[in-house]
């Protein structure tokens, strides 16, 4: 399916590996141009190249800490410098650590809303005038399925997104009328290196193993975990025209695993 995302441009956090990774290659294949947002120069670069020669599309490496706020402008400067132009904002990152509510100091608290939430509120703010000058815009947020059924040890990340989507609700209804719509993604179990990390037996897998991957299809309707690929499908779909009358909501992507009516 033609998405009509030809010689829009695209910012993607979290872009050298996983989902973000994901999003960026299917962008790039749909004929945008895209700004790959990672910390980690070495795997950010041989990401781009993987996507150019993939797709050969266009691909721009900005090595950046969204914690900062002057990495933050950085990002966006370089992106009208490369491109002319923001058309889609996806802000997507890693997560703070896991832990128990009360075992974090101000420290870790504040890294955490730096990470999760005052990114989205920088980068959205310096790309809105762009998106405003072309017309339009799509601004898409990925969090994670804890946000909406949260987990112990899973604090610091579900306080800082339940900030997220508060801000993205609101926002979507002050920039509706500028056909500028505000979403966000709560992805469920994504078969990214994270899972390993996360839920690995010993917390210090590199990318999640056959068998770890079988222990959680059994939690899941579908009884499989998902596929970067299918988060950035969802991403490509609300980056486009087709999505135009869709701001303001809310989707968790988890193979039926939420438990929920709402």
Not at 21 to 33: D, K, P, T, W
Not at 69 to 96: H, K, M, Q, W, Y
Not at 147 to 161: D, I
Not at 179 to 204: E, H, M, Q, S, Y
Request: glycine letters at 10%; proline letters at 4%; charged letters at 20%.
């Amino acid at each position: 399916m033609e998405l009509s995302l030809r010689d829009k441009v695209a910012i993607i956090g979290g872009a050298s590996r996983g989902i973000g990774y994901a999003i960026a290659q299917l962008l790039a294949r749909e004929g945008a141009g895209v700004a790959m947002v990672a910390r980690r120069k070495e795997l950010l670069h041989d990401a781009v190249e993987r996507v150019r020669r993939n797709t050969g599309g266009r691909a721009l490496a900005v090595s950046a800490d969204i914690r900062r706020a002057a990495d933050c402008t950085r990002i966006v400067e370089s992106t009208i410098a490369e491109f002319g132009r923001v058309d889609v904002l996806v802000n997507n990152d890693g997560a703070p650590p896991l832990g128990t509510m009360l075992e974090f100091d101000d420290a870790a608290w504040d890294k955490a809303v730096q990470q999760n939430l005052m990114s989205v509120v920088r980068l959205t703010r310096l790309a809105v005038p762009h998106m405003r000058s072309v017309g339009g815009g799509r601004i898409v947020n990925i969090t994670a399925l804890s946000v909406l059924q949260p987990k112990p040890r899973f604090g610091l990340s579900v306080a800082t997104w339940a900030g997220v989507i508060g801000y993205a609700k609101t926002l979507s209804l002050e920039l509706a009328a500028e056909g500028i719509t505000v979403n966000t993604i709560c992805p469920g179990r994504i078969a990214t290196g994270r899972l390993g990390a996360v839920f690995g037996r010993d917390g210090k897998h590199a990318e999640p193993d056959a068998q770890m991957l079988a222990d959680m299809a059994q939690e899941i309707p579908m009884r499989r975990v998902g596929d970067p690929d299918e988060i950035a499908g969802l991403v490509a779909f609300l980056a486009s025209p087709y999505a135009a009358y869709i701001t303001g909501s809310t989707f968790h992507v988890d193979g039926g695993r939420r438990a929920s009516l709402l």
